[in-house]
C-alpha cells in the first residue's frame, strides 16, 4: 500500500502544515503557540524538501533538511530565551498584552 | 550529487568573514576568562576587527567577479563593497555602544560578540549563491540581532521588541525557505546558477509551483528589507532596540538583505515574463517611498520616526531594483506612466552599472548618516525617561542648540542628508539613484520618489526647527560624553560631508563594469 503514496500527497500535506503554521502565526494569541506555529512552518519546508528529494533520488533536500533542523534548534533556543524575558518583564505571554508601544 | 571537499583555499575569498568571526569567539573567550571590570577594550577589539575586515573586503572589491566556494558563493565587488559598508557600519555601531552601555552599566562581552556575529552574517549574506546557505546566512544574522534586540532586559521594551522581531524575522525566513524548497522542486537545484539554467524548462513543465516558490522567496526578503505591506514589525522593533542596535539594524542588515535580494533575483527571473518582475518592484517602490513618507510624517518620537524613515529609504532603494529589472527594450512612444517603463535613453549596459553604482552609494550615503543620527539620539536619552515613555519625543531636542551646539550641528547635519539635501551625501546618493532611475525608463516613479522625498523634508526639518528655534526645558537632560560616541559621530560627520562635496574615486568605483557575477 505504501506504493499509493505519491509525492503529490507529501506536498499536499506540507503545505496545509505551512498553511496552518502560517494561520496561527497571525491569529493565535499565546507567544509559545505562535512560536510552535514557526517550527511547524519550517517543519513543512522540511517534508517539502524530503519529499522532491525522494522523487528525484538525490540527496540535496536530505542534507538540505537536516541543516534547517540545526538553524531552527538554534533560533528556538534563542527565541525561547526572549519569550521568558517577556515573561519576567511582564508576567504575561499574551501577544495582546503585549503593546506597549505607541503607535 | 557529489559532497563537496572544500579545501584552505576555497576559504581566501571569504577572509573579512574570518576575521569578524575569529574576533567574536575571543571576545567570547574573554568574558570566561578575564575579570576587568571596565569593557573598553572589547569595543575597541570588536573595532579593530572590523576596519581589517573592511580592510580585506575593499581589497577583494578590485578582484574579478567569480564563484568561490565550489559555487556557493559569489566574490563580486558588489558583495565586497556591501562587505566593506557592513564593517564600516559595525565599527561605527561598536564605538556608539561603547558609551551607551556604559551609561546604562551593561556592559558585557557578548555584546560585542553578536554585533561581530551580526556583521558576518550580513557580510556572508550578500554573497550567497544557494538557497541553504543564504538561509542559514540569513539566520546567522537574524538570530544574533534577536538577541542584540532583547539585550537590554530592564524594562518591558526591549524584550518586546526582540520578540516581535523574532516571530516577524522567523515567519520571513520560512516563508523563504518554504520559496526556496518549491523550486528546487520544479529545478532540482539549490544553486543560483543552476536554478537559474533549469528555470525555462521548469516554467514550461510547472509554471504553478515556479510562481508560487519566487512569490514566498519575494515575500520573505520583503519583510527583511521591510517593504511595505511587509513593514509592520519595524517601528516597535526599531523603538525598542537598544539604540546602537537600531543603528546597525537600519543600516547593515538592511544593505545586506537588499543585495541579497538583488542576488537571488538576477538569477531567478531567467524565462520569466520581464514585465512580472518589473512591475512587482516598482509596486513595492512606489508603496514603500510613498508609505513610509507618510507614517513618518505625525511622528513626534524621533526615533520612531527615523525607523519609519528608514522604510521611505527602503523603498528609494527598491526604486533602483526596479530599474535593475526595467524592460530592456520597449516599444517606442510608450506613454509616462507611475509604473510603465518609457524607453532607455542610454543601453542596457550602462544603466546597469549606473544602477549599481547609485544602490551603492545609496546605501553607503545612508549607512553612514542613519549611524550618526540614531548615533546622537543614543547620546541624548536617559533612563530615567524609558518607564514614562516620552524619551525620544521631539521636545527632548528644543534648544539643543543652545546647550550643544556641536550635537546640534551634527544632528542638523544628518537630518538633512536623510532629507537629501545638499552638500550632503544623502543628496549625492538620491541624485545618482533617481537619474539611473530615469535612464533606466522609470520616469513616472522617479518623480514620485522625488515627490515623497519632498514630504520627509518637511518632518526631518522638524527636528532641525526644534533644536535651533525652541528654547529648552528647565530639566533638559545633558547628553553623555564618552570617547566612543564621539568618534563614531565625528566619524559620520565627516563622512557625511566629504562623500557630500567630495565622493571622488568611489563613485568610480562603484561604477566599474563586471560589478555583479553573471550579468
Given at each position: ?103 | ?360 552609494f545609496y546605501?553607503l550615503g545612508y549607512t553612514v548618516t ?47 542628508s ?7 551625501v544623502g543628496?549625492l546618493g ?69 562623500l ?20
Amino acid at each position: 500500500m505504501i506504493q499509493t503514496i505519491s509525492t503529490s500527497h507529501y506536498l499536499i500535506l506540507a503545505a496545509a502544515l505551512f498553511c496552518l503554521g502560517m494561520l496561527g502565526v497571525l491569529i493565535r494569541r499565546n507567544a509559545l503557540v505562535v512560536f510552535m506555529c514557526i517550527e511547524l512552518m519550517l517543519n513543512a519546508t522540511n517534508l517539502t524538501f524530503l519529499a522532491f528529494a525522494r522523487e528525484r533520488g538525490d540527496d540535496l533536500g536530505h542534507l538540505s533538511a537536516f541543516f534547517i533542523i540545526a538553524v531552527a534548534a538554534a533560533e528556538a533556543a534563542v527565541g525561547l530565551a526572549i519569550v521568558i524575558s517577556v515573561f519576567r518583564a511582564r508576567g504575561t505571554v499574551n501577544i495582546e498584552e503585549i503593546q506597549s508601544m505607541k503607535h | 550529487m557529489i559532497i563537496p571537499h572544500f579545501t584552505l583555499n576555497d576559504f581566501l575569498p571569504v577572509m573579512p568573514v574570518g576575521v569578524l568571526m575569529a574576533a567574536a569567539i575571543v571576545l567570547m573567550l574573554s568574558e570566561v576568562f578575564l575579570t576587568s571590570t571596565t569593557r573598553t577594550y572589547q569595543a575597541i577589539i570588536a573595532a579593530l576587527a572590523s576596519i581589517v575586515a573592511g580592510g580585506i573586503a575593499v581589497n577583494n572589491a578590485f578582484e574579478p567577479a567569480r564563484l568561490v566556494l565550489q559555487g556557493y558563493a559569489v566574490l563580486d565587488p558588489f558583495s565586497s563593497w556591501t562587505t566593506a559598508m557592513v564593517c564600516l557600519g559595525t565599527f561605527l555601531a561598536v564605538l556608539l555602544s561603547a558609551g551607551f552601555l556604559k551609561h546604562r552599566n551593561a556592559e558585557r562581552g557578548e555584546f560585542y560578540a553578536l554585533m561581530l556575529f551580526a556583521a558576518a552574517g550580513m557580510s556572508l549574506l550578500s554573497l550567497s549563491a544557494e538557497f541553504i546557505t543564504l538561509f542559514i546566512n540569513l539566520e546567522v544574522l537574524s538570530v544574533a540581532t534577536y538577541a542584540l534586540t532583547a539585550f537590554l532586559r530592564r524594562g518591558p521594551r526591549p524584550s518586546e521588541a526582540g520578540f516581535k522581531y523574532f516571530i516577524l524575522g522567523a515567519f520571513a525566513a520560512a516563508l523563504l525557505l518554504y520559496g526556496a524548497a518549491l523550486i528546487y522542486g520544479a529545478t532540482g537545484a539549490t544553486k543560483l546558477v543552476e536554478v537559474s539554467a533549469a528555470l525555462p524548462a521548469a516554467f514550461a513543465k510547472s509554471p504553478a509551483l515556479v510562481y508560487a516558490g519566487l512569490g514566498l522567496v519575494l515575500a520573505g526578503f520583503a519583510f527583511k528589507v521591510a517593504a511595505v505591506p511587509f513593514h509592520m514589525w519595524t517601528p516597535d522593533v526599531y523603538e525598542g532596540a537598544p539604540t546602537p542596535v537600531t543603528a546597525l539594524m537600519s543600516a547593515g542588515v538592511k544593505a545586506a538583505a537588499f543585495v541579497a535580494m538583488v542576488r537571488t533575483f538576477l538569477f531567478l527571473v531567467k524565462g520569466i515574463d520581464p514585465v512580472i518582475p518589473f512591475t512587482v518592484f516598482s509596486l513595492l517602490a512606489l508603496l514603500t517611498m510613498v508609505g513610509g513618507n507618510l507614517l513618518a510624517l505625525p511622528q513626534r518620537n524621533v526615533k520612531r520616526m527615523l525607523a519609519y524613515s528608514s522604510i521611505a529609504h527602503a523603498g528609494y532603494m527598491l526604486l533602483g531594483v526596479a530599474a535593475l529589472f526595467a524592460p530592456k527594450l520597449v516599444e517606442a512612444g510608450a506613454k509616462v506612466g507611475v509604473l510603465t517603463a518609457t524607453p532607455l535613453t542610454g543601453t542596457a549596459q550602462d544603466v546597469s552599472v549606473a544602477v549599481y553604482k547609485g544602490l551603492l552609494f545609496y546605501i553607503l550615503g545612508y549607512t553612514v548618516t542613519s549611524l550618526g543620527a540614531f548615533g546622537t539620539i543614543s547620546a541624548l536619552e536617559r533612563r530615567e525617561d524609558e518607564t514614562r515613555g516620552n524619551t525620544w519625543d521631539l521636545e527632548r531636542f528644543a534648544g539643543l542648540a543652545q546647550r550643544k551646539p556641536g550635537w546640534a550641528a551634527a544632528m542638523a547635519l544628518f537630518m538633512l542628508s536623510l532629507g537629501g539635501v545638499p552638500p550632503t551625501v544623502g543628496f549625492l546618493g538620491k541624485l545618482f539613484l533617481f537619474s539611473a532611475a530615469v535612464d533606466a525608463g522609470l520616469l513616472g516613479l522617479a518623480i514620485v520618489g522625488v515627490l515623497s522625498s519632498v514630504i520627509g523634508v518637511y518632518f526631518y526639518l522638524r527636528v532641525v526647527v526644534y533644536m535651533f528655534m525652541r528654547p529648552a526645558p528647565i530639566d533638559a537632560p545633558a547628553p553623555f560624553r564618552h570617547w566612543t560616541t564621539e568618534l563614531a559621530l565625528v566619524t559620520s560627520a565627516v563622512l557625511v560631508v566629504g562623500l557630500g562635496i567630495l565622493p571622488g574615486t568611489i563613485t568610480e568605483w562603484f561604477s566599474r563594469v563586471g560589478m555583479v557575477f553573471g550579468h
